[in-house]
């Protein structure tokens, strides 16, 4: 009764529709968002396919089979097969600790997941040109073991790996914090033990929230430049990414063949659009389902 009264008296019986915005602000900023896209997104891409494809099929398909090309193809499915991996389990475990539990050091833990988003990517390129470089702090020893990361694959593995670890964390954090504990400790009054509890409980809650994070860290070091080009010495047929090797065929005014290449990427870019639009709807699904039962 206090609530109608309440209600009544700042206006009425009936709650008020939330104000529209009158057509012609609204159609303004469709146009101006549509214009940005058109010009950032959608002209850039028919531009990367359009050039990869003006010399015929034949002359795109030869570009991407060339010795070159596949192991630049390789060694980013590599990298990224590695990396990705890795980031998967330091971000599941680094979220479950970070969400479910309270301990000393856990907001020193959270800055350090958000560094890679704070440094460039070519200062941490440097940093491990500087750990393990021929010159650097480990340098002597590893040459006297015969050991080799910089300018070799370990050396792209690292830097892709750090570049892209937030990526799995941080998008498991809001969503385990927003959870909250109770199933888990459901679980284990139950009986179940922690792995039964990780497995059956968590990881279904959290499905989707990872499978996002593990294709924005996958599309991140399959597309990772910075870093990769200051540790990996640019060797052709054998420390070269793909992006690396794009940059090569550029400047040699290769450019049909660096801007077929590209089209993996931009293929890639898409197939990434369309997953984080897939998952976001089944997120939102989730979220609608949860709240009718």
């Known amino acids: 009764m206090e609530g109608s009264s309440l209600v009544a008296r700042l206006g009425g019986g009936k709650p008020k529709a939330a104000p529209s915005e ?4 609204r159609w303004t900023l469709i146009t101006v968002a549509l214009l940005f896209l058109s010009l950032f997104l959608f002209v850039p891409l028919a531009a990367v396919f359009s050039l990869a494809l003006e010399k015929g099929l034949g002359v795109y398909f ?17 990298t990224a097969g590695i990396a990705v991996p890795l980031n998967l389990v330091f971000g599941l475990a680094a979220a479950w600790a970070i969400a479910k539990f309270q301990f000393t050091g856990r907001s020193l833990l959270i800055t350090l997941i958000d560094l890679p988003f704070a440094v460039s990517p070519v ?16 340098g002597p020893w590893l040459s006297s073991h ?28 809001p969503l385990m914090e927003d959870q909250g504990p109770e199933e888990e400790e459901t679980a284990i009054s139950l009986g179940a033990n922690g792995w039964q509890t990780f497995w059956r409980v968590t990881i279904p809650n959290v499905k989707w929230g990872l499978l996002y994070g593990v294709i924005l860290c996958n599309a991140r070091a399959m597309g990772e430049f910075g870093a990769v080009s200051v540790v990996s010495g640019h060797v052709r047929g054998l420390t070269n990414t793909i992006p690396l090797h794009i940059e090569i065929l550029y400047n040699e005014y290769n450019y049909t063949a660096a801007f077929a290449v590209a089209s993996l990427l931009a293929l890639l870019a898409l197939v990434t659009l369309a997953a984080k639009s897939f998952i976001e709807w089944k997120t939102s699904q989730q979220i609608e389902d949860a709240k009718d039962g």
């Open 146 to 173: 015969d050991i080799k990361i910089i300018f070799a694959v370990p050396g792209i593995v690292l830097a892709t790996t750090f570049v892209t670890f937030p990526f799995v964390a941080r998008e498991l954090i």
């Open 22 to 25: 009158p057509a012609l602000v």
């Open 62 to 78: 030869a570009a991407l089979v060339e010795p070159d090309a596949l192991s630049a193809i390789k060694l980013t499915l590599l």
């Open 123 to 138: 200062i941490s390129g440097l940093i491990y040109v500087l750990l393990f470089g021929a010159q650097g702090v480990l």
